[in-house]
Protein backbone atom coordinates (compact mmCIF):
# COMPACT_ATOMS: atom_id res chain seq x y z
CA UNK A 1 0.00 0.00 0.00
CA UNK A 2 1.24 3.43 -1.15
CA UNK A 3 0.79 6.85 1.08
CA UNK A 4 0.16 10.00 -0.97
CA UNK A 5 3.17 12.36 -1.09
CA UNK A 6 0.18 15.68 -0.23
CA UNK A 7 -1.72 14.16 2.70
CA UNK A 8 -0.21 10.95 3.23
CA UNK A 9 -2.94 8.94 3.54
CA UNK A 10 -2.55 5.53 2.45
CA UNK A 11 -4.05 4.66 -1.38
CA UNK A 12 -3.17 1.90 -4.03
CA UNK A 13 -1.62 4.21 -6.61
CA UNK A 14 1.41 6.00 -6.73
CA UNK A 15 1.68 10.09 -6.18
CA UNK A 16 -1.15 11.67 -5.01
CA UNK A 17 -4.24 10.47 -3.70
CA UNK A 18 -8.09 11.10 -5.56
CA UNK A 19 -9.08 14.24 -3.63
CA UNK A 20 -5.12 15.56 -3.55
CA UNK A 21 -4.93 14.87 -7.68
CA UNK A 22 -8.30 16.53 -8.02
CA UNK A 23 -7.28 20.06 -6.49
CA UNK A 24 -4.38 20.54 -9.08
CA UNK A 25 -5.40 23.59 -11.28
CA UNK A 26 -5.84 21.91 -14.23
CA UNK A 27 -7.50 18.39 -12.90
CA UNK A 28 -9.58 20.45 -11.07
CA UNK A 29 -10.60 22.66 -14.34
CA UNK A 30 -11.19 19.72 -16.05
CA UNK A 31 -13.59 18.01 -13.83
CA UNK A 32 -15.59 21.45 -14.12
CA UNK A 33 -15.49 21.65 -17.41
CA UNK A 34 -16.61 17.69 -17.33
CA UNK A 35 -19.17 18.17 -14.71
CA UNK A 36 -20.84 20.78 -16.89
CA UNK A 37 -20.97 18.96 -19.62
CA UNK A 38 -22.44 15.86 -17.91
CA UNK A 39 -24.97 18.03 -16.40
CA UNK A 40 -26.38 19.53 -19.89
CA UNK A 41 -27.54 16.03 -20.92
CA UNK A 42 -31.14 16.19 -21.09
CA UNK A 43 -31.67 12.90 -19.66
CA UNK A 44 -29.52 14.09 -17.08
CA UNK A 45 -31.31 16.98 -16.46
CA UNK A 46 -34.71 15.47 -16.33
CA UNK A 47 -33.31 13.05 -14.15
CA UNK A 48 -31.87 15.24 -11.91
CA UNK A 49 -35.47 17.21 -12.00
CA UNK A 50 -37.36 14.49 -11.11
CA UNK A 51 -34.76 13.29 -8.09
CA UNK A 52 -35.13 17.00 -6.73
CA UNK A 53 -38.94 17.43 -7.32
CA UNK A 54 -39.34 13.76 -5.19
CA UNK A 55 -36.70 15.11 -2.30
CA UNK A 56 -38.86 18.91 -2.00
CA UNK A 57 -42.51 16.67 -2.15
CA UNK A 58 -41.22 14.60 1.21
CA UNK A 59 -43.19 15.87 4.28
CA UNK A 60 -40.31 15.93 6.84
CA UNK A 61 -38.20 18.51 4.02
CA UNK A 62 -41.67 21.01 3.50
CA UNK A 63 -41.78 21.08 7.51
CA UNK A 64 -38.10 21.96 7.74
CA UNK A 65 -38.29 24.46 5.14
CA UNK A 66 -41.36 26.35 6.58
CA UNK A 67 -40.26 25.67 9.87
CA UNK A 68 -36.46 27.91 8.36
CA UNK A 69 -38.76 30.06 6.37
CA UNK A 70 -40.62 31.27 9.53
CA UNK A 71 -37.68 33.28 11.63
CA UNK A 72 -37.40 36.72 11.43
CA UNK A 73 -34.49 37.18 10.20
CA UNK A 74 -35.43 34.88 7.24
CA UNK A 75 -38.53 36.40 7.08
CA UNK A 76 -36.63 39.91 6.68
CA UNK A 77 -35.05 38.90 3.84
CA UNK A 78 -37.01 37.33 2.22
CA UNK A 79 -38.74 40.82 1.91
CA UNK A 80 -35.82 42.94 1.68
CA UNK A 81 -35.23 40.64 -1.94
CA UNK A 82 -38.47 40.88 -3.36
CA UNK A 83 -38.87 44.70 -2.93
CA UNK A 84 -35.40 44.84 -5.26
CA UNK A 85 -36.20 46.68 -8.45
CA UNK A 86 -34.40 44.27 -10.82
CA UNK A 87 -36.48 41.32 -8.91
CA UNK A 88 -39.74 43.22 -9.13
CA UNK A 89 -39.43 43.41 -13.38
CA UNK A 90 -38.21 39.98 -13.40
CA UNK A 91 -41.43 38.86 -11.86
CA UNK A 92 -43.47 41.17 -13.89
CA UNK A 93 -42.02 39.89 -16.98
CA UNK A 94 -42.24 35.80 -16.25
CA UNK A 95 -46.23 36.77 -15.08
CA UNK A 96 -46.60 38.03 -18.71
CA UNK A 97 -45.11 35.08 -20.41
CA UNK A 98 -48.16 33.16 -22.11
CA UNK A 99 -47.23 29.93 -20.97
CA UNK A 100 -46.92 31.00 -17.79
CA UNK A 101 -50.39 32.49 -18.07
CA UNK A 102 -51.98 29.21 -19.71
CA UNK A 103 -49.90 27.00 -16.80
CA UNK A 104 -51.83 29.05 -14.39
CA UNK A 105 -55.61 29.02 -15.86
CA UNK A 106 -55.48 25.14 -16.13
CA UNK A 107 -54.43 24.75 -12.47
CA UNK A 108 -56.89 27.23 -11.31
CA UNK A 109 -59.91 24.97 -13.54
CA UNK A 110 -59.18 21.72 -11.55
CA UNK A 111 -61.93 20.59 -9.32
CA UNK A 112 -59.83 20.38 -6.38
CA UNK A 113 -58.16 23.33 -6.69
CA UNK A 114 -61.90 25.23 -7.00
CA UNK A 115 -63.12 23.52 -3.90
CA UNK A 116 -59.69 24.02 -1.58
CA UNK A 117 -60.08 27.94 -2.67
CA UNK A 118 -63.66 27.52 -1.79
CA UNK A 119 -63.45 26.00 1.58
CA UNK A 120 -60.29 28.83 2.48
CA UNK A 121 -62.28 31.84 1.31
CA UNK A 122 -65.29 30.46 3.69
CA UNK A 123 -62.47 30.00 6.42
CA UNK A 124 -62.81 32.68 9.61
CA UNK A 125 -59.30 33.07 8.94
CA UNK A 126 -59.57 33.98 5.09
CA UNK A 127 -62.11 36.82 6.51
CA UNK A 128 -60.46 37.76 8.99
CA UNK A 129 -57.23 38.15 7.47
CA UNK A 130 -59.40 40.49 4.92
CA UNK A 131 -60.84 42.27 7.30
CA UNK A 132 -57.68 43.70 8.99
CA UNK A 133 -55.83 43.69 4.96
CA UNK A 134 -58.63 46.33 3.69
CA UNK A 135 -57.97 48.19 6.46
CA UNK A 136 -54.21 49.12 6.40
CA UNK A 137 -53.94 52.99 5.36
CA UNK A 138 -51.72 51.92 2.62
CA UNK A 139 -54.29 49.75 0.86
CA UNK A 140 -57.14 52.36 1.28
CA UNK A 141 -55.19 54.79 -0.17
CA UNK A 142 -54.12 52.52 -3.15
CA UNK A 143 -57.85 51.23 -3.40
CA UNK A 144 -59.03 55.09 -3.60
CA UNK A 145 -56.42 56.26 -6.55
CA UNK A 146 -57.49 52.85 -8.47
CA UNK A 147 -60.99 53.66 -8.29
CA UNK A 148 -61.32 57.14 -8.74
CA UNK A 149 -64.47 57.90 -10.56
CA UNK A 150 -63.69 60.29 -13.52
CA UNK A 151 -67.22 60.94 -15.33
CA UNK A 152 -67.14 61.02 -19.29
CA UNK A 153 -69.88 62.47 -21.94
CA UNK A 154 -72.08 59.69 -23.62
CA UNK A 155 -74.58 59.69 -26.04
CA UNK A 156 -77.00 56.30 -25.85
CA UNK A 157 -76.25 53.73 -29.13
CA UNK A 158 -79.99 53.17 -29.63
CA UNK A 159 -82.10 56.28 -27.84
CA UNK A 160 -79.30 58.83 -28.66
CA UNK A 161 -79.66 60.54 -24.66
CA UNK A 162 -76.72 62.39 -23.12
CA UNK A 163 -75.35 60.50 -20.10
CA UNK A 164 -72.15 60.06 -18.09
CA UNK A 165 -70.10 57.38 -17.36
CA UNK A 166 -66.67 56.18 -15.50
CA UNK A 167 -65.63 54.20 -19.13
CA UNK A 168 -65.36 55.78 -22.23
CA UNK A 169 -66.55 52.31 -23.90
CA UNK A 170 -69.73 52.16 -22.35
CA UNK A 171 -72.24 52.76 -25.61
CA UNK A 172 -75.60 52.21 -23.83
CA UNK A 173 -77.65 54.46 -21.20
CA UNK A 174 -78.97 51.33 -19.15
CA UNK A 175 -79.38 48.08 -19.83
CA UNK A 176 -83.29 47.98 -21.09
CA UNK A 177 -81.73 50.18 -24.00
CA UNK A 178 -78.81 47.02 -24.61
CA UNK A 179 -81.53 44.27 -24.46
CA UNK A 180 -83.23 46.21 -27.07
CA UNK A 181 -80.46 46.48 -29.60
CA UNK A 182 -80.54 43.16 -31.82
CA UNK A 183 -76.80 43.52 -32.16
CA UNK A 184 -76.33 43.17 -28.91
CA UNK A 185 -79.25 40.36 -27.82
CA UNK A 186 -77.28 38.31 -30.50
CA UNK A 187 -74.35 38.37 -29.41
CA UNK A 188 -75.23 38.26 -25.27
CA UNK A 189 -77.96 35.09 -26.28
CA UNK A 190 -74.68 33.54 -28.04
CA UNK A 191 -71.93 33.95 -25.53
CA UNK A 192 -74.24 33.33 -22.60
CA UNK A 193 -75.71 29.91 -24.17
CA UNK A 194 -78.40 30.58 -21.87
CA UNK A 195 -80.59 26.97 -20.70
CA UNK A 196 -82.97 26.43 -18.53
CA UNK A 197 -82.07 25.81 -14.77
CA UNK A 198 -82.95 23.47 -12.46
CA UNK A 199 -85.95 25.39 -11.14
CA UNK A 200 -87.42 26.55 -14.36
CA UNK A 201 -86.98 23.32 -15.32
CA UNK A 202 -89.48 21.91 -12.62
CA UNK A 203 -91.73 24.77 -13.31
CA UNK A 204 -91.70 23.66 -16.95
CA UNK A 205 -92.63 20.58 -16.15
CA UNK A 206 -96.00 21.37 -13.42
CA UNK A 207 -97.05 23.60 -16.43
CA UNK A 208 -96.82 20.79 -18.95
CA UNK A 209 -98.63 18.31 -16.74
CA UNK A 210 -101.51 21.01 -15.92
CA UNK A 211 -101.54 22.76 -19.93
CA UNK A 212 -99.66 21.06 -21.85
CA UNK A 213 -98.61 22.80 -25.12
CA UNK A 214 -99.60 26.33 -23.97
CA UNK A 215 -96.24 27.49 -22.00
CA UNK A 216 -93.17 27.53 -23.82
CA UNK A 217 -89.86 28.44 -21.75
CA UNK A 218 -88.44 31.85 -23.55
CA UNK A 219 -85.96 32.60 -20.59
CA UNK A 220 -83.11 32.11 -22.99
CA UNK A 221 -83.34 35.30 -24.35
CA UNK A 222 -85.62 33.91 -26.69
CA UNK A 223 -88.62 36.61 -26.33
CA UNK A 224 -88.93 39.93 -24.58
CA UNK A 225 -90.95 43.17 -24.16
CA UNK A 226 -89.35 46.44 -24.12
CA UNK A 227 -85.67 45.09 -22.89
CA UNK A 228 -87.32 42.39 -20.14
CA UNK A 229 -87.15 38.87 -20.35
CA UNK A 230 -90.08 37.01 -19.33
CA UNK A 231 -89.44 32.85 -18.35
CA UNK A 232 -92.58 31.59 -19.87
CA UNK A 233 -95.13 32.53 -22.30
CA UNK A 234 -98.59 31.47 -23.33
CA UNK A 235 -98.43 30.40 -26.92
CA UNK A 236 -102.24 29.76 -27.59
CA UNK A 237 -103.01 33.45 -28.21
CA UNK A 238 -103.65 34.46 -24.35
CA UNK A 239 -101.02 38.17 -23.58
CA UNK A 240 -100.26 36.24 -20.35
CA UNK A 241 -96.44 35.14 -19.11
CA UNK A 242 -95.05 33.65 -15.92
CA UNK A 243 -91.74 34.57 -14.14
CA UNK A 244 -89.68 32.70 -11.93
CA UNK A 245 -87.90 34.58 -9.32
CA UNK A 246 -84.98 33.03 -7.96
CA UNK A 247 -84.88 34.12 -4.31
CA UNK A 248 -81.01 35.43 -4.36
CA UNK A 249 -81.06 37.89 -7.11
CA UNK A 250 -84.30 38.73 -6.91
CA UNK A 251 -84.25 39.46 -3.06
CA UNK A 252 -83.29 43.05 -1.42
CA UNK A 253 -79.67 43.19 -0.89
CA UNK A 254 -79.71 42.98 -4.84
CA UNK A 255 -82.76 44.63 -6.35
CA UNK A 256 -82.71 47.22 -3.22
CA UNK A 257 -86.32 46.65 -3.53
CA UNK A 258 -88.25 44.41 -1.26
CA UNK A 259 -90.52 41.34 -2.81
CA UNK A 260 -93.54 43.18 -3.02
CA UNK A 261 -91.73 46.22 -4.75
CA UNK A 262 -90.30 44.04 -7.32
CA UNK A 263 -93.10 42.24 -8.14
CA UNK A 264 -94.95 44.90 -8.56
CA UNK A 265 -92.83 46.86 -10.95
CA UNK A 266 -92.26 43.70 -13.21
CA UNK A 267 -96.34 43.03 -13.26
CA UNK A 268 -96.61 46.77 -14.11
CA UNK A 269 -93.78 47.07 -16.85
CA UNK A 270 -95.35 44.23 -18.63
CA UNK A 271 -99.03 45.38 -18.13
CA UNK A 272 -98.65 48.59 -20.01
CA UNK A 273 -98.34 46.13 -22.92
CA UNK A 274 -101.45 43.96 -22.01
CA UNK A 275 -99.92 40.86 -20.81
CA UNK A 276 -101.14 39.41 -17.30
CA UNK A 277 -98.20 38.08 -15.17
CA UNK A 278 -98.06 35.65 -12.47
CA UNK A 279 -94.76 34.97 -10.40
CA UNK A 280 -93.24 32.57 -8.52
CA UNK A 281 -90.79 32.56 -6.63
CA UNK A 282 -88.22 29.47 -6.29
CA UNK A 283 -88.62 28.81 -2.36
CA UNK A 284 -92.76 28.27 -3.47
CA UNK A 285 -91.73 25.25 -6.07
CA UNK A 286 -91.33 23.17 -2.42
CA UNK A 287 -95.11 23.65 -1.77
CA UNK A 288 -96.26 22.20 -5.42
CA UNK A 289 -100.19 21.96 -4.46
CA UNK A 290 -99.89 26.10 -3.65
CA UNK A 291 -97.84 26.71 -7.12
CA UNK A 292 -100.48 24.02 -8.83
CA UNK A 293 -103.50 25.85 -7.41
CA UNK A 294 -101.81 29.44 -8.30
CA UNK A 295 -101.21 28.48 -12.11
CA UNK A 296 -104.95 27.07 -12.28
CA UNK A 297 -106.24 30.06 -10.94
CA UNK A 298 -103.89 32.15 -13.42
CA UNK A 299 -105.06 30.40 -16.26
CA UNK A 300 -108.94 29.93 -15.48
CA UNK A 301 -109.28 34.17 -15.13
CA UNK A 302 -109.50 35.94 -18.08
CA UNK A 303 -109.42 39.84 -17.17
CA UNK A 304 -106.01 41.65 -18.64
CA UNK A 305 -105.27 44.04 -15.62
CA UNK A 306 -101.77 42.97 -15.49
CA UNK A 307 -102.53 42.60 -11.65
Known amino acids: MKTCEVCGAP ?17 AMKMVVWQK ?20 QRFEVKKRIHKYRQTPEVKKKEQEYRQRPEVKERKLKYNQRPEVKERRRKHNQRPEVKERRRKH ?23 QKKYQKSKFEQHCKLCGNLFFTNKRLVKYCSMVCAWKDKEYN ?17 LNRILQRLCPKQYKFVGDLAFQIDGKNPDFINVNGQKKLIELFGDYWHSKEITG ?3 AEEEKQRKEHFAKF ?8 GS ?24
Not at 121 to 143: G, L
Not at 296 to 305: A, G, K, L
Open 11 to 27: HFARGRCRICYRQLPDV
Open 37 to 56: RYRQQPEIKEKRRKQSREYS
Open 121 to 143: QQSFKAKEWMRIYNQRPDVKKRS
Open 186 to 202: TKMRKSRALKPNGQEKE
Open 257 to 259: RTR
Open 274 to 281: GWKTLIIW
Open 284 to 307: ELKDKEEVIKRITDFNINQPMNGQ
